[in-house]
């Protein structure tokens, strides 16, 4: 992929000139079209959340770090527990992702903005009132959902509090962000790449982003038909998931993980993405078997509608569908892992140096991957009898969504840091972050896997007492790990105030359009197409 030249960006500069002056102050993120400024209002919204969702998780730890009931109502635990996925699902990785949408795509394939710059203001202004209105049902008489973040029939309908209905307003508002974010991408991409940018020169993060947002424009409607059915259940009398109306509990877990399902790759294709730009760029190397990178990222997207009831092997279904279910399963480990080998090739006999992004990436791989593998062990229908409801299956998901898409996304903003701000990060501060962060999440997670294979139920605010031991290891690494975000928080504001100024391209491998344009990248990145050859 080629430069572009000097005099293009001293064009693109005296173009920027003759927009109109944008809004200072409050009006500019208002009214803000700039994909920049959106992907920032993202990345923000989804940390404030990230805040929020880990201080929810303290309170549960907090609760289970001896047995018996010492802090907090069962009701008010349920909760926690429920808020907490809720907000770390569609508060915290989504919306990170969606920013870093917002402020990567644009300038990776050369356009001057998303393709719709006011449905993109829309979609992000529209999340604060989603979270504002499931925030606030927490302090309704009965209080907020308790009945976990999937909201499982007939807890969601018979059983819940009247503030259910604020959870379903919420649901809906957030999905409608979602597909408005969605669409956006698609049509950035497929219409406003620069001259020359074909299919298989796009890198890879928007390549999984574009697979990402069919994945959102299919499930989306999905979710949104689920949690109306929850509330015409509760509110208007009819009886879809009632067995004494006709209807069925479990067709309720068919309906949510046909969504949710693909929702666990919506929150990790990205990530792949990042991974794929940072590893080649510490390695000093090209991306080992980028055709193969793409074509696994479209197999998994494929095969992630042929998994969902995997999540239900204790419901009694067929044998025949349980072994379809566990041998599709057991599939998509296989594109999976031809990611993980095209990382591993491509370090191998690299040029490898390890600022924080590399470290982080390097963490994500390994990790990510013992997530995986715990996966392969919940796939095989028999064993999954003994693990289902267990902690083992809290320990395989959190290594999935924390050590695999929250670190990817800490990855990015140490590597896309210094385009953004002009400045470079801490680097000692930043390093420190890492290893804080990177210890702490194994002694939080690691050890719930020999809790869930001894047997102890997850979601529950008291516990047998043979688990007090490993249960306060567990408690004190969260406690760790939620106190290292603070230090994250530190590097990203010292970096925003000043350091050490950022040249275009900060990194010596980094590869692509973005690094093209001069860091702090300006308001208008390409206000003439680079060329690409």
């Avoid at 209002?41 to 969702?53: A, C, D, E, R, T």
């Avoid at 898409?405 to 903003?413: D, E, K, N, T």
């Avoid at 690494?477 to 040249?503: D, N, W, Y």
Wanted: proline letters at 6%.
């Amino acid at each position: 992929m080629n430069a572009i030249t000097r005099e293009q960006n001293i064009d693109a500069t005296q173009v920027d000139a003759h927009h109109e002056a944008h809004p200072t102050g409050i009006k500019r993120w208002l009214f803000t079209t700039n994909h920049k400024d959106i992907g920032t209002l993202y990345l923000w919204f989804s940390f404030i959340m990230f805040l929020i969702g880990g201080a929810m998780a303290m309170v549960i730890r907090a609760e289970l770090f001896q047995p018996g009931l010492q802090l907090v109502e069962p009701n008010f635990f349920n909760q926690m527990t429920t808020v907490h996925g809720l907000i770390m699902v569609f508060g915290a990785v989504m919306p990170a992702f969606t920013g870093l949408a917002n402020w990567l795509i644009p300038m990776m394939i050369g356009a001057p903005d998303m393709a719709l710059p006011r449905m993109n203001n829309w979609s992000f202004w529209i999340l604060p009132f989603a979270f504002a209105i499931l925030l606030s049902s927490l302090f309704m008489e009965g209080g907020g959902p308790n009945f976990g973040w999937t909201f499982y029939a007939p807890l969601s309908t018979t059983y819940s509090p009247d503030s259910t209905a604020l959870f379903v307003f919420a649901i809906h508002i957030m999905g409608i962000s979602s597909i408005m974010g969605a669409i956006n991408v698609v049509v950035t991409i497929v219409n406003m790449r620069a001259p020359g940018m074909t299919w298989m020169k796009l890198p890879l993060f928007v390549w999984t982003w574009l697979i990402t947002a069919f994945l959102l424009i299919a499930v989306m409607p999905v979710l949104a038909g689920t949690v109306t059915m929850v509330l015409t259940d509760k509110y208007f009398g009819t009886s879809f998931f009632d067995a004494a109306g006709g209807g069925d509990p479990v067709m309720f877990q068919h309906i949510f993980w046909f969504f949710g399902h693909p929702e666990v790759y919506i929150m990790i294709l990205p990530s792949f993405g990042i991974i794929s730009a940072i590893i080649p760029a510490f390695s000093r190397k090209p991306l080992f078997g980028y055709a193969s990178m793409v074509y696994a990222t479209a197999s998994i997207a494929i095969l992630s509608f042929l998994v969902w009831a995997h999540h239900m092997f204790t419901t009694g279904m067929p044998v025949f569908a349980e072994l379809f279910f566990m041998y599709c399963t057991m599939l998509i480990a296989v594109p999976t892992g031809v990611k993980v080998f095209n990382w591993v090739a491509t370090l191998w006999r690299g040029s490898l140096t390890f600022e924080t992004p590399m470290l982080f990436a390097l963490a994500f791989i390994i990790l990510f991957t013992i997530g995986g593998f715990s996966g392969l062990m919940l796939a095989i229908t028999p064993v999954d009898f003994q693990y289902h409801d267990t902690y083992f299956v809290v320990a395989h998901f959190h290594y999935v969504l924390v050590t695999g898409a929250i670190f990817s996304i800490m990855a990015a903003a140490y590597y896309w840091l210094p385009k953004w701000t002009g400045h470079m990060y801490d680097e000692k501060l930043g390093k420190i972050h890492f290893w804080c962060s990177v210890i702490s999440v194994n002694v939080l997670f690691f050890p719930m896997h020999f809790l869930g294979l001894a047997g102890m139920p997850r979601r529950i605010p008291d516990y047998a007492i043979q688990f007090a031991d490993v249960n306060q290891i567990v408690s004190i690494g969260g406690f760790a790990f939620g106190l290292s975000q603070l230090i994250f928080l530190a590097v990203v504001i010292k970096c925003i105030r000043g350091g050490e100024k950022a040249p275009a391209k900060p990194w010596d491998g980094s590869e692509g359009l973005e690094w093209t344009i001069p860091s702090p990248a300006p308001y208008h990145s390409f206000s003439t197409p680079p060329e690409v050859k």
